[in-house]
Nanobody
Framework: VQLQASGGGLVQAGGSLRLSCAASGRIFSINDMGWYRQAPGKQRDLVGTITSGGSTNYADSVKGRFTISRDNVKNTVYLQMNSLKPEDTAVYYC???????????????WGQGTQVTVSS
């Protein structure tokens, strides 16, 4: 099982970006999916999560600006980021709580990270 994130880049303050993260491999089911971010010299912080039923939870710093969604058929989670600020600059990581097929082992998986840079 692996997660592949994409969509990062350089954007001016006030702009928008959309990140995607697709899970692939021997997957039986996916529970919560989410996004974290890590700025240089700082710890990795939660951005938000989404349940398999579509319920979302966001960090206060991104509420009203970021939206998490998912496509359960494509095993993909999205992060729509609007009204971006320079302080949103970070490496963004996706994560998913996955139950593997056959073995039914359950664990958290992480994507490789994608850089988002917001210029002022």
């Amino acid at each position: 099982v692996q997660l592949q994130a994409s969509g990062g880049g350089l954007v001016q303050a006030g702009g928008s970006l959309r990140l995607s993260c697709a899970a692939s491999g021997r997957i039986f089911s996916i529970n919560d999916m989410g996004w974290y971010r890590q700025a240089p010299g700082k710890q990795r912080d939660l951005v938000g999560t989404i349940t398999s039923g579509g319920s979302t939870n966001y960090a206060d710093s991104v509420k009203g600006r970021f939206t998490i969604s998912r496509d359960n058929v494509k095993n993909t989670v999205y992060l729509q980021m609007n009204s971006l600020k320079p302080e949103d600059t970070a490496v963004y990581y996706c994560t998913a709580d996955i139950i593997r097929s056959i073995s039914r082992l359950r664990r958290d998986y992480w994507g490789q990270g994608t850089q988002v840079t917001v210029s002022s």
